[in-house]
Each structure stands twice: as structure tokens, then as C-alpha cells.
């Protein structure tokens, strides 16, 4: 039998930073793929001459021999043959398992059903605004591992339930739960399952901050210390709806009005972020100027043309029920009419009924695509709701059926794997048609 390896499961994305940081502290690694052929694994197997690397299944072999199982976000480790590996006393982690035993400065951790990496990158921003050289990455932008080695201050990592899932010693400084609501059903039992995910981002830490008008984010085990936000009159950073001014115990902070983000739901994700910066330590005046000039993430509730009266706005990020709520009620509350939502794509399991009294009460027309669009149309039998064969079919559905004061908006409450390559092949093809159908109007 060979020496003893670490075995890498999965070779997208997170596996090859898994593999380069392996390789780089000269520890013996294999890898496989359950595809058979995972995309770009000609390039893959160039880039790391010398591993051996297995596709299309789980070989049994590997997996007996491996000392350890490193396991990507993709595969769930509840599959047969990693459970089977697990029981047995096999360990087995994911990539910001390997990361937090190697991170010796601070980390920030989030995660929630949305909102996720616009927090990650603007409290990135607002901690480089007050000097500290601050890293941002995780489950979207770089990779967790790939940012070591950077001479970095302080770690502001994006986190998945998936990720948690196989991480175990993360003892962030600072940990927040964003917002929970149905996600990724296909993966969990039921969505006490998937609140027990996000929960063990909070496991270790030192502050954990909290959304106090969403229950499933209090911490469920003890913690040092905690902030909490949202618009209840307890938190410690609230959003006053009446005035649109968010503040902190009590003291005016800053208008709404002043911030580049718009709507009710990116006040909230500033609060979140100012709570995270004071647990850091953060100067609370810098912090107040940087939030100010955040433009946002692209793809994410961003307005891209306006037309005849008709705001267009691009949410392509917007990947589930919750995700398409946030941004029904922060349009919808900004507008003088209604909205035309195109919305569809893989349900991934999700419960749609949670739509159906926000779209009655913003929603002028539903414009519906791609695999789950019957589903979802179910879900919104209070509009009128029509079916479109591709995108562009949608955006010009979507243009006759908008009025003056109206906005359309793109937010799909699904995965979009069923029509394009991820959320930002579908957000750019929704920006192409866009254009196409306004400048041929």
C-alpha cells in the first residue's frame, strides 16, 4: 500500500485551491470527481502534474487508503461512500477547515440565506478605510486558502452551509448570521437541518452578530458576546423605517437617503456590517463614510437602464425565496407603480409559497422561465403570470407588459444552471436582451 494521503473530493474551484495549498506545504494528495468530465479538467490535470486525479466516481480504493477526507461544497458529505468514511473515524473537512488552522490573524465570518457577499466585500471596504490590510473571499470571489500568505490583518470570509458543514475550529472573531430563509432544500431534510449549518458559523467565536427580527440567526449555544440588528426597537443597530434612518443605541448614525445601496433590505445588510466593524474595533466615523460610497455587487439589485419610464434592474444573484423578497419589498417601496418580475430557473426543492403575498402586493405581472416556472407559477396565482421560452422571450414579454412608473426586475428566486452556465452568464444575457429590445423599441 502507498504512503498515506489527503484525499481532495471534488476539483472545481475550491478543490484546486485545496490542491495548490496542499502541494504547498509538501503534503502527499490525490484527488477525484464524481463527473466524468468535470469542466476544464484537461487544464486541471496540466496544472497539477503528478497528482494523480480520478473522475467519474468515488474510487474505493482512494477512499480506504486517504488519511484524510477533504471534501468540496458540491459533494455532500452525507453521500454513501464519505458517510461510510466518516463512521468509521475517517476525518473528514472542507477547504475553511484547512484555512482555519493555517489563519493566524483575525477572521470575519457571514453567512445567511442572502446578502452574503454584498456584507463580505463592503465590510472588506470599510476595514481597509481605516488602514487595515483586509482581505475578502471564501465561498464567492477568492478562494479562503488562496488568500494566506498575503500579509493580511484581518479576514473577511463569505461562508456557505456547506462549507460549515465540514468546518470545525473557525473561532472567528467576529460571526453573523445575515438572514435565514429556504435554501438549498435538496441538500437538507428540512430546514431546521440547514439553520444547524449556519449555526456553527458562530461556534468559537468571540461577538456574534445577529439579525434581532429573525429568529433562526440568534446564536443557539452561548456566546462571549453579541450585537444584534434590524428594525425592531431592541437592536443594537436599527433601522427606523419611519424617519429612514439608521442608527446605534439609540443615536441617529446616518439617512438611509445617504447610502449608494437602496432599499429597506441593504439599510439592514449596513447595519450588519457597522455591528461587525465596531466587534472589530473599527473607527465608527470612518466606517459611516466608507458604507456611504458602496455602489454595490454586480448582479445584485443593480438598475441598468430606464427606458420610457421603465427602471430595468438586474438581481440575477438573487438565487432563492428570500433572496427575491428582499428585493420585491426594496424595489416595490422605491417605485411609483409596480413590478414586472421575470423570475425562474431550478427550485432547488424550495417551498415558492412565501411569494405569493409579497407579489400581490408589488407585483403588476409575472414573467416566468426555465425548469421550476410552473411551480413557481402556482405560487403567484394573485398576478397575472406568463411563461417565456428563453430570456430574450422574457425581456420582451416583460417590456409590453410594464407602464410608466413601473420597474422591471430580474430576480429568479431559483439556480440558474437549467438555462445558463451560473447566475452571471444569466445576468449579462438579461443585460444583452435589455439592450437589444430597448434600443430596437
Known sequence: MSAAFDLVIGVG???????????????????MDTRAEPPGIAAIRQQFTGVPIHTGGLREEWLNE??????????????VEIARQAAAGKEVIGDIELFARAASEPVAAITGSNAKSTVTALLG???????????????????????????????VIELSSFQLETTFSLSAQVAC????????MDRYAGFGDYVAAKQRVYDGCEVAVWNIDDEATRPQGPVPAQITF????????????????????????????ALKLRGHHNALNVLAVLAMAEALGLECQVCLRAVQEFAGLPHRCVLIAEHRGVQWFNDSKGTNVGATLAALAGIGSAIPGKIVLIAGGQGKGQDFSALTAAAKDNVRAAVLIGEDARMLGAALADVSCHYAEDMADAVR?????AEAGDAVLLSPACASF???TGYVDRGDTFVKCVTEVLHGA
Not at 475550491?14 to 506545504?25: I, P
Not at 471596504?125 to 477568492?142: D, K, M, P, Q, Y
Not at 425592531?232 to 439617512?255: I, N, T
Request: aromatic share 4%; charged share 20%.
Open 66 to 79: 486517504a488519511r484524510r477526507l477533504i471534501v468540496s461544497p458540491g459533494v455532500p458529505v452525507s453521500t
Open 125 to 155: 471596504e470599510v476595514a481597509r478605510s481605516t488602514g487595515l490590510r483586509a482581505l475578502a473571499g471564501g465561498n464567492l470571489g477568492t478562494p479562503a486558502l488562496d488568500l494566506l500568505g498575503q500579509e493580511a490583518e484581518l479576514y
Open 418 to 420: 437549467d438555462m445558463f
Open 230 to 257: 434590524g428594525v425592531h426597537a431592541d437592536a443594537d443597530y436599527r433601522l427606523d423605517v419611519q424617519r429612514g434612518v439608521l442608527m446605534r443605541r439609540g443615536e441617529d448614525l446616518l439617512a438611509a437617503s
Open 13 to 31: 474551484v475550491t478543490g484546486q485551491s485545496c490542491l495548490r495549498y496542499l502541494l504547498a506545504q509538501e503534503e502527499p494528495v490525490r484527488a
Open 177 to 184: 448570521i445575515l438572514n435565514m430563509s429556504q435554501d438549498h
Open 397 to 401: 414579454r416583460a417590456s409590453l407588459l
